[in-house]
């Protein structure tokens, strides 16, 4: 709703009330066109302030609209009308201005801001673009280049940066609504016609055209099949090119077909799905809502590898208090410069100076003895994690969490390490740890509570999207992941090449195809994995070579190691590189000769594979295994899935996560072609159908909002 009343003798105040954000409902844009109905009637009142309640001016459109039958009165017509008005209009922004709350500002005739208010047009995030006259309002006021800017990457702005943009008029430290009363107070019975945003030109440039086309192509390159950033381009161009009235019947004509795009409805679930992933709960009934996790002031890094450095920049940039503690003394001095490096490279970005004083180094674990929290990050190894688990039992004081940085191994066996099971949890940060937002939180059987609602809370406070899931092999990212490689490498055995599998994945969105991404992590790595659980041993020719345990392997990623191909590091891998180090990929003559040898050797038959199957086998095979996870209790529900796969993993925002994408696709299609594929691949269990992909068909293939009630169900009965 929005609240009227008079103040200060001839202004009127308008206050939006609709927590937690005061977005644009139906309620609150009739509330406007009343109260401002109310205003302009008044003789008393001379000019309106329009505010926000709980310090925050306006989020901007509700969301939650967007996907049912949308009522009330429309936004555009309400800004108009406000725009229109022959009494001075003034925002008071506070808090915030997003999407439509920033363009109601717009209509107004001033427009003053908090310091710490934030403000943009973040709806091409959501796969729309303002379309509430942003689109041709900001370039008439600030310039199309830099319009494009705030519209096509959704930047939020701060206070200081919207006044030298030219967005507000004036900032103020102080209470904003006396400060805008005054203003109103200022202007009342001036005249308006040059405060009218829609009535401006936008501001000239010589070679619109060229811009233009300079302008779309790095936004074609940067959106990967993105549709809203084009949209957005486009809207912005009409702004420039035509006058006001046609620019927003072009505005309207390309938030048409957004709107109703997969694409918007996917970035809004994932929206939500951000948000309700801290909501967790858990098998045995724990949830953030009822647990409280403990303060966290000080934190222990242990290993001062790759991921230690950057866990220990991303607590360091926190503010929080950081001991690291790496006991080979080689080791510890050159990850001291290494990230001193990194907290004065960050700090330069944010114009803020380097914490450099948040971090100790040491090479003595007993400098952890005080601390609240310790976060190991030790090399992967079970043995090595559990020597370190079992110091940790001795040397902390009493209380503190023990969390490790493990990417797939037991939780529970090294909580079996120490005296304390319940304060032990994962925190599967991903590299480069102080840049990738996701952080899996693991909880294994005897993770108490309160352990799991201080790492949820401690990861907050670091910038990261946490998600709490169950412990199990390789949790909720590398388990899915498993699948998806096995087929990508049975693809190459088929008759595909690395370059084909790769080019298919990156036309779906992803920034880089599997073998690509295997040669930037390293081959090594999975190698050592596969060599542990005795899969990688050399073994005869002809058919027993590629079966391990009863199911189909492939050993080529093996043979490529045996070789010395680790990727990137070694110059060589499904590609080759200029040099070790080398970042371009190209094919590599070495590679497909070998690959033929390969299959000759194997009696394998090469068949052409085009895209669609490699999609088909790589995704649904992965998707079957989120399935499975759901099944397994292991996540909560489809959005923390989606959401790990959305933050860790490059999985393209527009297609809103594994689980999701396979409701938009189609659940009975994903059955039918895994079933597809399983009949013909009988020996490759992860192409076999789960129980709950089944059970989700059979109820009628429920909306992904609606599958929590039948997995509910399928644990009940089991
Ligand atoms: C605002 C934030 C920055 C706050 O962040 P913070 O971390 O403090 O808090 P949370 O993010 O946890 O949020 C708290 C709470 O609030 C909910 N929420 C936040 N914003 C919204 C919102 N805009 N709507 C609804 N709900 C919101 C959030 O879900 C949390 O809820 P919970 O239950 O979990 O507690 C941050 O939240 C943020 O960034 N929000 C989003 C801001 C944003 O993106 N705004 C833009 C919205 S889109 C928009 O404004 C569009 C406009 O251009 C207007 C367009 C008008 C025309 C529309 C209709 C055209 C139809 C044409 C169709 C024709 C087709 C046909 O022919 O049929």
Not at 320 to 348: D, F, H, I, N, Y
Not at 377 to 385: G, I, R, S
Not at 423 to 443: Q, R
Not at 631 to 651: K, M, S, T
Request: charged content about 20%; proline content about 6%; hydrophobic content about 40%.
């Amino acid at each position: 709703m929005a609240q009227y009343s008079r103040i200060s003798g001839s202004v009127g105040l308008i206050t939006l009330k609709s927590p937690p954000v005061n977005a644009l409902s139906a309620v609150v844009r009739q509330g406007i066109v009343d109260t401002v109905e109310k205003a302009l009637s008044d003789p008393k009142v001379k000019s309106v302030v329009i505010c926000g309640q709980n310090g925050i001016f306006c989020g901007g459109a509700d969301i939650k609209e967007f996907a049912g039958n949308m009522s009330g009165p429309p936004l555009v017509p309400i800004i108009h009308a406000i725009e229109a008005a022959n009494k001075p209009m003034v925002a008071a922004i506070e808090g915030i201005a997003l999407g439509g709350g920033l363009e109601l500002a717009l209509g107004c005739h001033y427009r003053v801001a908090h310091a710490k208010a934030r403000l943009g047009l973040p709806e091409v995030t959501l796969g729309l673009l303002p379309a509430a006259g942003g689109s041709q309002r900001l370039p008439r006021l600030i310039g199309v280049p830099a319009a494009l800017d705030l519209i096509t990457t959704g930047r939020h702005v701060t206070a200081a940066e919207a006044l030298q943009l030219g967005i507000v008029d004036q900032v103020t430290d102080h209470k904003t609504v006396d400060v805008a009363v005054k203003l109103a107070l200022s202007v009342a019975g001036k005249p308006l016609d040059a405060r009218r945003i829609s009535t401006y030109l936008c501001p000239p440039l010589s070679a619109l055209d060229p811009l233009f086309e300079e302008v779309m192509q790095k936004v074609r390159q940067r959106a990967r099949g993105a549709i809203a950033p084009i949209a957005c381009v486009q809207a912005v161009r009409a702004a420039a090119a035509l006058p006001y009235a046609q620019g927003m019947e072009r505005e309207k004509e390309l938030m048409a077909t957004l709107f109703t795009s997969g694409q918007a409805r996917a970035l809004q679930y994932s929206f939500f799905a951000q948000r309700a992933v801290s909501k967790w709960s858990t098998p045995s009934g724990a949830r953030w809502d009822t647990s409280t996790p403990r303060p966290v002031h000080k934190v222990a890094v242990i290993g001062l590898g790759t991921m230690g450095r950057g866990i220990a920049v991303a607590l360091a940039q926190a503010g929080l208090s950081v001991v690291t503690v790496e006991p080979q003394e080689k080791q510890l001095m050159e990850a001291k410069q290494a990230v001193s490096g990194m907290l004065e490279r960050g700090a330069k970005k944010r114009g803020v100076a380097p914490p450099l004083n948040n971090i100790t180094y040491n090479s003595n674990i007993q400098a952890v003895a005080d601390v609240d929290l310790v976060i190991e990050a030790v090399f992967e190894d079970m043995a090595l994690k559990k020597k370190v688990f079992q110091q940790l039992s001795v040397v902390c004081k009493p209380g503190t969490f023990l969390c490790t940085n493990t990417s797939a191994l037991d939780v529970d066996q090294l909580a079996s390490q120490t005296r304390t099971p319940e304060l032990v949890v994962g925190m599967h940060f991903f590299a480069p740890a102080n840049v990738m937002k996701l952080l899996e939180v693991v909880y294994g059987p005897r993770s108490s509570p309160q352990a799991l609602a201080t790492a949820m809370q401690l990861g907050k406070k670091i910038g990261k999207v946490s998600v709490a899931v169950g412990n199990c092999r390789g949790f909720v990212g590398n388990r899915m992941l498993k699948p998806y490689i096995e087929q990508a490498f049975f693809l190459l055995e088929e008759g595909a090449t690395p370059e084909l599998v790769d080019r298919a994945l990156e036309e779906f969105g992803f920034s880089m195809g599997i073998f690509k991404v295997s040669d930037l992590s390293g081959l090594d790595v999975g190698w050592r994995v596969r060599k542990g659980d005795g899969l990688a041993e050399p073994r005869a020719t002809g058919q027993s070579a590629r079966i391990r345990e009863g199911r189909r392997y492939s050993p080529l990623g093996d043979l490529l190691c045996e070789q010395g191909r680790f990727g990137q590091k070694t110059g060589r891998g499904w590609y080759q590189y200029s040099k070790p180090g080398g970042r371009e990929p190209s094919s590599d003559p070495w590679f497909h000769s070998f690959l033929k040898e390969y299959r000759a050797k194997h009696g394998l038959v090469p068949r052409a594979i085009d895209h669609q199957e490699v999609l088909e086998r790589c995704l649904y095979a992965l998707i079957n295994e989120g399935f499975r996870i759901l099944e397994d209790g292991i996540a909560a529900g489809p959005e923390d899935i989606d959401v790990i796969y959305l933050f860790g993993y490059g999985w393209p925002s527009y297609r809103g996560g594994p689980m999701f994408y396979a409701g938009m696709v189609g659940l009975p299609k994903v059955l039918d072609r895994l079933e597809h594929y399983y009949q013909a691949h009988p020996d490759v269990p992860y192409l076999q159908p789960c129980t709950l992909l089944r059970r989700l068909v059979a109820s009628g293939s429920p909306p992904v909002h609606k599958w929590r009630e039948v997995i509910k169900k399928l644990h009940s009965q089991l």
